[in-house]
Protein backbone atom coordinates (compact mmCIF):
# COMPACT_ATOMS: atom_id res chain seq x y z
CA UNK A 1 0.00 0.00 0.00
CA UNK A 2 1.10 3.51 -0.64
CA UNK A 3 0.14 7.19 0.99
CA UNK A 4 -0.04 9.24 -1.06
CA UNK A 5 0.99 12.84 -0.21
CA UNK A 6 1.55 15.57 -2.60
CA UNK A 7 3.77 15.20 -5.02
CA UNK A 8 5.65 12.71 -3.47
CA UNK A 9 4.29 9.10 -2.81
CA UNK A 10 6.17 7.53 0.30
CA UNK A 11 6.07 3.83 1.11
CA UNK A 12 3.58 3.82 3.98
CA UNK A 13 5.16 1.69 6.37
CA UNK A 14 3.90 0.26 9.87
CA UNK A 15 4.21 2.08 13.19
CA UNK A 16 5.14 -1.34 14.83
CA UNK A 17 7.88 -2.07 12.44
CA UNK A 18 11.48 -2.68 13.57
CA UNK A 19 13.80 0.29 13.85
CA UNK A 20 17.44 0.14 13.68
CA UNK A 21 19.73 3.25 13.48
CA UNK A 22 22.82 2.75 11.61
CA UNK A 23 24.67 4.57 8.82
CA UNK A 24 23.74 4.59 5.00
CA UNK A 25 25.05 3.07 2.40
CA UNK A 26 24.04 3.73 -1.71
CA UNK A 27 21.18 1.13 -1.43
CA UNK A 28 19.45 3.29 0.45
CA UNK A 29 19.70 6.71 -2.15
CA UNK A 30 15.96 6.03 -3.41
CA UNK A 31 14.38 5.97 -0.29
CA UNK A 32 16.24 9.04 1.51
CA UNK A 33 15.55 10.69 -2.13
CA UNK A 34 11.80 9.93 -1.55
CA UNK A 35 11.96 11.30 2.32
CA UNK A 36 13.61 14.20 1.93
CA UNK A 37 11.76 15.44 -1.58
CA UNK A 38 8.72 14.88 -0.13
CA UNK A 39 9.59 17.31 3.28
CA UNK A 40 11.04 19.57 0.43
CA UNK A 41 7.89 20.15 -1.73
CA UNK A 42 6.90 21.24 1.32
CA UNK A 43 8.84 23.96 1.80
CA UNK A 44 10.13 22.26 5.00
CA UNK A 45 13.91 21.99 3.97
CA UNK A 46 15.99 21.91 0.72
CA UNK A 47 16.10 19.33 -2.23
CA UNK A 48 18.89 17.16 -2.89
CA UNK A 49 19.17 15.18 -6.58
CA UNK A 50 20.40 11.31 -5.90
CA UNK A 51 23.47 12.50 -7.58
CA UNK A 52 24.05 14.51 -4.39
CA UNK A 53 22.99 12.05 -1.96
CA UNK A 54 25.34 9.38 -3.45
CA UNK A 55 28.43 11.59 -3.22
CA UNK A 56 27.78 12.23 0.38
CA UNK A 57 26.21 9.27 1.44
CA UNK A 58 28.85 8.35 3.92
CA UNK A 59 27.36 11.45 5.70
CA UNK A 60 24.53 9.79 6.55
CA UNK A 61 22.56 7.94 9.18
CA UNK A 62 19.10 6.19 8.96
CA UNK A 63 16.40 4.26 10.58
CA UNK A 64 15.94 1.25 8.94
CA UNK A 65 12.74 0.03 9.02
CA UNK A 66 11.16 -3.42 8.75
CA UNK A 67 7.67 -4.46 8.93
CA UNK A 68 5.92 -7.28 10.52
CA UNK A 69 5.22 -8.55 6.86
CA UNK A 70 9.09 -8.33 6.03
CA UNK A 71 9.18 -4.89 3.85
CA UNK A 72 11.40 -2.99 4.49
CA UNK A 73 12.12 1.18 3.77
CA UNK A 74 13.61 4.32 6.03
CA UNK A 75 11.87 5.80 8.88
CA UNK A 76 14.22 8.54 9.25
CA UNK A 77 17.65 10.13 7.86
CA UNK A 78 19.80 13.06 9.18
CA UNK A 79 23.47 13.76 7.66
CA UNK A 80 26.92 15.05 9.71
CA UNK A 81 28.46 17.18 7.35
CA UNK A 82 31.73 18.56 7.71
CA UNK A 83 32.41 22.58 7.29
CA UNK A 84 35.46 22.92 8.22
CA UNK A 85 38.03 21.19 10.90
CA UNK A 86 36.09 22.45 13.83
CA UNK A 87 32.60 22.90 12.70
CA UNK A 88 30.10 20.19 11.15
CA UNK A 89 26.80 20.76 9.84
CA UNK A 90 23.48 18.77 11.21
CA UNK A 91 21.81 18.51 7.49
CA UNK A 92 18.86 16.47 5.38
CA UNK A 93 17.21 15.45 8.55
CA UNK A 94 13.98 14.16 7.80
CA UNK A 95 11.31 11.71 9.42
CA UNK A 96 8.65 9.68 7.99
CA UNK A 97 5.55 10.99 8.31
CA UNK A 98 3.97 7.82 9.98
CA UNK A 99 7.38 7.83 12.74
CA UNK A 100 6.93 11.43 13.36
CA UNK A 101 6.65 12.60 17.46
CA UNK A 102 8.65 9.39 18.48
CA UNK A 103 12.04 10.18 19.67
CA UNK A 104 13.33 9.44 16.02
CA UNK A 105 14.85 13.12 14.77
CA UNK A 106 16.18 13.38 18.27
CA UNK A 107 18.14 10.08 18.17
CA UNK A 108 19.24 10.56 14.51
CA UNK A 109 20.74 14.32 15.20
CA UNK A 110 22.57 12.39 18.77
CA UNK A 111 23.84 9.03 16.37
CA UNK A 112 25.52 12.26 14.36
CA UNK A 113 26.58 14.26 17.83
CA UNK A 114 28.07 10.62 19.17
CA UNK A 115 30.36 10.12 15.39
CA UNK A 116 31.29 14.22 15.92
CA UNK A 117 32.45 13.93 19.39
CA UNK A 118 34.39 10.28 17.95
CA UNK A 119 36.36 12.57 15.87
CA UNK A 120 37.08 15.69 18.05
CA UNK A 121 34.99 17.95 16.80
CA UNK A 122 34.36 21.22 19.60
CA UNK A 123 30.54 21.86 17.43
CA UNK A 124 27.57 21.35 15.80
CA UNK A 125 25.29 23.65 13.16
CA UNK A 126 22.07 23.70 11.73
CA UNK A 127 20.21 25.50 9.37
CA UNK A 128 16.08 25.02 10.32
CA UNK A 129 12.83 25.90 10.88
CA UNK A 130 12.23 23.94 13.84
CA UNK A 131 13.66 25.48 16.40
CA UNK A 132 12.11 23.81 18.86
CA UNK A 133 13.05 20.26 18.21
CA UNK A 134 16.97 21.56 17.82
CA UNK A 135 16.66 22.94 21.07
CA UNK A 136 15.42 19.95 22.84
CA UNK A 137 18.52 18.40 20.88
CA UNK A 138 20.51 20.94 22.98
CA UNK A 139 21.08 23.15 20.15
CA UNK A 140 20.99 27.08 21.01
CA UNK A 141 20.09 29.84 17.95
CA UNK A 142 22.95 32.14 16.58
CA UNK A 143 22.75 35.63 14.94
CA UNK A 144 23.17 35.45 11.19
CA UNK A 145 25.48 38.36 11.37
CA UNK A 146 28.07 36.53 13.02
CA UNK A 147 28.41 32.58 11.53
CA UNK A 148 31.29 30.42 10.11
CA UNK A 149 31.44 31.70 6.11
CA UNK A 150 31.10 27.91 5.49
CA UNK A 151 27.28 27.62 7.01
CA UNK A 152 26.33 29.61 3.60
CA UNK A 153 28.13 26.83 1.52
CA UNK A 154 24.42 25.28 0.18
CA UNK A 155 22.57 28.45 0.13
CA UNK A 156 23.23 28.87 -3.25
CA UNK A 157 21.09 26.27 -4.61
CA UNK A 158 18.23 27.16 -2.37
CA UNK A 159 15.19 28.93 -3.87
CA UNK A 160 14.59 30.49 -0.89
CA UNK A 161 18.33 32.57 -1.44
CA UNK A 162 16.99 35.97 -1.34
CA UNK A 163 14.32 35.33 1.07
CA UNK A 164 16.00 32.79 3.92
CA UNK A 165 13.32 32.51 7.09
CA UNK A 166 15.83 29.59 8.40
CA UNK A 167 17.19 30.04 11.51
CA UNK A 168 20.98 29.14 12.24
CA UNK A 169 21.45 26.73 15.67
CA UNK A 170 24.88 25.70 17.55
CA UNK A 171 25.75 23.28 19.73
CA UNK A 172 28.83 23.57 21.67
CA UNK A 173 30.31 20.05 22.18
CA UNK A 174 33.33 20.71 24.72
C1 LIG B 1 11.41 18.12 12.77
C2 LIG B 1 11.58 16.62 12.80
C3 LIG B 1 12.96 16.23 12.28
C4 LIG B 1 11.45 16.17 14.27
O1 LIG B 1 11.65 14.76 14.36
P1 LIG B 1 10.70 13.89 15.30
O2 LIG B 1 11.19 12.49 15.27
O3 LIG B 1 9.30 14.14 14.93
O4 LIG B 1 11.00 14.57 16.72
P2 LIG B 1 11.31 13.82 18.09
O5 LIG B 1 10.16 12.91 18.41
O6 LIG B 1 12.66 13.21 18.06
O7 LIG B 1 11.29 15.05 19.11
C5 LIG B 1 12.40 15.34 19.93
C6 LIG B 1 12.03 16.50 20.81
O8 LIG B 1 11.72 17.66 20.01
C7 LIG B 1 10.41 18.12 20.29
N1 LIG B 1 9.81 18.53 19.01
C8 LIG B 1 9.85 17.86 17.84
N2 LIG B 1 9.21 18.57 16.87
C9 LIG B 1 8.75 19.68 17.49
C10 LIG B 1 8.00 20.79 17.04
N3 LIG B 1 7.61 20.89 15.76
N4 LIG B 1 7.70 21.75 17.93
C11 LIG B 1 8.09 21.65 19.22
N5 LIG B 1 8.81 20.61 19.71
C12 LIG B 1 9.13 19.65 18.85
C13 LIG B 1 9.68 16.93 20.88
O9 LIG B 1 8.62 17.32 21.70
C14 LIG B 1 10.78 16.25 21.65
O10 LIG B 1 10.99 16.91 22.90
P3 LIG B 1 11.53 16.12 24.20
O11 LIG B 1 12.84 15.49 23.83
O12 LIG B 1 11.63 17.19 25.25
O13 LIG B 1 10.47 15.07 24.49
C15 LIG B 1 10.49 15.87 11.97
O14 LIG B 1 9.21 16.21 12.45
C16 LIG B 1 10.55 16.12 10.48
O15 LIG B 1 11.12 15.34 9.73
N6 LIG B 1 9.93 17.25 10.03
C17 LIG B 1 9.85 17.59 8.63
C18 LIG B 1 11.20 17.87 7.98
C19 LIG B 1 11.99 18.89 8.76
O16 LIG B 1 11.47 19.92 9.19
N7 LIG B 1 13.28 18.60 8.92
C20 LIG B 1 14.19 19.45 9.65
C21 LIG B 1 15.08 20.16 8.68
S1 LIG B 1 16.34 21.04 9.58
Redesign the pocket.
Known amino acids: MLLALESIILPDLSPDSALTVRKASLRDVDAIHELIGY ?1 AAKG ?2 LVRSKALLGESIRDFWVVHAIMPDGLEGIA ?1 VCGLHMLASDLAE ?2 G ?3 HPN ?9 LVLACESEARAIGLPALF ?5 Q ?3 E ?2 GFHRVDKTNLHPKVWSECQRCPFYENCQEIGMRKELE
Do not use: N, S
Not at 99 to 107: A, I, N, S, Y
Not at 126 to 130: L, S
Open positions: WQMGVRLAIFQGKGLGKKAWTYQKFFAC
